[in-house]
């Protein structure tokens, strides 16, 4: 361990971890931050969820996305698979349906970062136990 | 670093690891290690989460999903189901105590909903034993910053800014301490922690010791850059072995990254910290008793003046300031006076942690803004009373403090609010009664423990108590009288005047407040004999509701000392000269024909 001998060291170091603590402290307030969900049941990782989930944290990360990624259950629409639940900050969560890599990019260039709603969507027909407080 | 997905955090407070959150904790580790997911999932051991009712802990991040009463055994069903599926484990999930619906989010709970935590900030997120951690929330960024780009002047007129009063109890305000201290010329200066946490049923400087030691010792450097002392030492009881364990790791931590020795920050200034280990005395919380353990002499108080910062240890100026205070300082630095001194009241500024405790459904640890109403600590955080039984009374401030009541319930707890109601703020501990606790009993099971810790200096503190718990047990044995309850008032305000140090001026309050307070319940174990409550012993009598009586003889049958006698089908009766009192016979009884009168 080298000595910290400045300010500034003590800044360079703090960046140099803080990383590793991102996803935690972006936990405390999940709400201010992309969340993205994608259901990783027997389903979900037969028609090849894990990919997607892969792409989506390594993307996010490259792409300067400040995020939160992942893993839900079966959300019942196996159909669909894999199915991806992005909630951006203070808007409803929206499901994407038949999300490929090339799905997972536009749902990142165009969802993510514009805010432009693309093919696919599932509409919500549910109500969770948070939602009923 | 690596960057992991997800993360869980077990709770590793001296609570949950005598519930085998260690054990829960390696299990984990391996069955992340045998799914192959050692790259993608950390498991990290943290402290308090402060829901200490329900521990272990487990809290799984990002989806902040929190386990409650976990066992090692459960491990791999949450890994499984959870980590790899993304299934929440349903039935260990946090229930609702009414609704009894699981709560998949900590953050709809309503243990943690109210609550504010400055000084618990790094409590249950970070791992307490890794440096790194610590500094990723920006620790030690307020030592930097005080080094580098403030006089120490400056640093004592932020703190007297924010309005920062001692924790410790008395609510000395901490920016003068310092003040005083720093103005005292001498060649060498301590500062110390008192770490001897003492009350009955406060657990909070533990908990901050065991999750975020680093932010005391960060807390003490600032203190001994602002006063001018280069040498720093915690005063902790040997009871807390983990809260030792995790500082000694701290403090070489620190030490090795040069955050603490000589020249930090690249500066001519030089702070170490050492750990002096107490023995659980009581009184050693009171600073000036404290400084004559540490110099290996009794722990006595003796009067001030000298205060401390004229002549403390080794009789050179100290500055002696409770973990709670310390924890706060660093965050008071670097978000500054004016963002400290919004929260809180006009003259109590801050948060402050309470350790809840008693007939209440969440016992643990929680941090409120000052002014919080004790009904909101008590109902919205605290879950209500046990069992849906009705509240009577919640003792703040330990031995010192008093029993508040029903009519308190919406005070806004502050350090003044809390001594014109007759009780004291204290540390923090909060002990809530509901209606099976005789106030009579509370108040001598105080003056017990004041008896036994008294260090027997002065007259007034070590014979007055000791006829104080006389009186008190005279009474609850059914022969006091009227006479005896003005004889404890007396006797208490003599002690509250003439005892020597803080611990004996402040130990009738139990028995003031509950004199104030519940004057009814005092003058029924007089007059009328009878314990409201039912808990003195001396004072009740079991009896047999001839109605309910069916004759089945069970009652008879458990009796150890067969006061009960009856024929089968035919209605017992109870020899009250036999009699013990156990209750044996009322929790057997399944017609609820016993009954206490």
Known sequence: MSQIKSLADLKKKREEIKTGLDVRIKSIDPENHVQVKVAMATCGIASGAKPIMEFFVEQLDRRNIPGVVTQTGCMGYCFAEPTVEIKLPGKDPVVFGYVDLKKADLIIEKYIKEGELIDGIIPVNYETIDSKE | ?597
């Open chain 2, 1 to 597: 670093m690596s960057k992991y997905n997800m993360h869980i955090l077990v709770c590793g407070g001296t609570g949950c690891q005598s519930s085998q959150s260690d054990a829960i904790l390696s299990n984990l580790r391996d069955e992340i290690e045998a799914k192959g997911l050692s790259d993608k999932v950390q498991v990290i051991l943290t402290g308090c989460f402060g829901f200490c009712e329900k521990g272990p802990i487990v809290k799984i991040i990002p989806d902040n999903t929190f386990y409650t009463q976990v066992k090692p055994e459960d491990a791999q069903i949450i890994v499984e189901e959870h980590i790899i599926k993304g299934r929440k484990v349903d039935r260990l999930l946090y229930r609702n105590p009414e609704t009894k619906d699981a709560v998949g989010d900590s953050k709809h709970m309503g243990f943690f909903k109210k609550q504010l935590r400055i000084v618990l900030r790094n409590c249950g997120f970070i791992d307490p034993e890794n440096i790194d951690e610590y500094i990723a929330r920006d620790g030690y960024m307020a030592l930097g910053k005080v080094i580098s780009e403030m006089t120490p002047q400056q640093v004592i007129q932020e703190i007297k800014d924010s309005g920062q009063r001692g924790r410790g109890g008395a609510g000395f305000p901490t920016g003068l301490k310092w003040e005083i201290a720093s103005k005292n010329k001498s060649d060498e200066k301590y500062v110390v922690c008192n770490a001897d946490e003492g009350d009955p049923g406060a657990f909070m400087d533990r908990s901050v010791l065991e999750g975020d030691p680093h932010s005391v010792l960060e807390a003490m450097a600032i203190c001994g850059y602002a006063i001018g002392a280069s040498q720093g030492l915690i005063y902790i009881r040997a009871e807390y072995p983990l809260a030792i364990h995790r500082l000694k790791i701290a403090i070489d931590q620190a030490r090795e990254y040069g955050l603490l020795g000589n020249n930090i920050f690249g500066s001519d200034f030089s702070f170490d910290i050492k750990l002096r280990y107490g023995a659980g005395a009581f009184v050693c919380g009171e600073e000036t008793a404290l400084i004559h353990s540490m110099e290996g002499l009794r722990g006595e108080p003796t009067i001030k003046p000298p205060f401390p910062a004229e002549s403390g240890f080794k009789g050179k100026p100290t500055n002696v300031n409770n973990v709670e205070t310390l924890a706060a300082i660093p965050i008071i630095i670097l978000k500054g006076a004016n963002w400290y001194n919004k929260i809180g009241t006009e003259k109590s500024k801050g948060t402050k942690v309470f350790a809840l405790a008693g007939k209440i459904n969440n016992v643990g640890l929680i941090e409120v803004p000052m002014g919080t109403t004790l009904r909101e600590i008590i109902f919205e955080i605290g879950g209500g009373i046990r069992d849906g039984k009705k509240f009577k009374a919640v003792q703040t401030g330990g031995p010192s403090g008093g029993c508040l009541m029903e009519k308190h319930l919406d005070t806004p707890i502050d350090f003044d609010n809390l001594v014109a109601a007759g009780s004291m703020m204290g540390s923090g501990g909060m002990i809530v009664m509901d209606e099976d606790n005789c106030m009579v009993s509370v108040a001598k099971f105080f003056l017990e423990f004041t008896v036994e810790e008294s260090c027997g200096k002065c007259a007034p503190c070590r014979i007055g108590n000791k006829r104080l718990y006389e009186l008190l047990n005279q009474i609850t044995e059914g022969k006091g009288s009227m006479e005896d309850l003005d004889r404890l008032r007396n006797m208490s305000v003599v002690i509250k005047d003439s005892a020597l140090c803080g611990l004996g001026q402040t130990s009738p309050n139990p028995v003031l407040s509950t004199l104030d307070n519940f004057m009814d319940e005092y003058v029924a174990h007089v007059k009328d004999k009878k314990c409201p409550a039912g808990k003195c012993k001396n004072l009740m009598e079991y009896y047999i509701i001839p109605e309910n009586c069916v004759g089945c003889t069970a009652c008879a049958r458990i009796c150890p000392v067969n006061a009960i006698a009856g024929e089968r089908k035919e209605v017992h009766q109870i020899n009250h000269d036999v009699c013990i009192k156990c209750g044996a016979c009322k929790d057997k009884c399944k017609f609820d024909a016993i009954i206490i009168r």
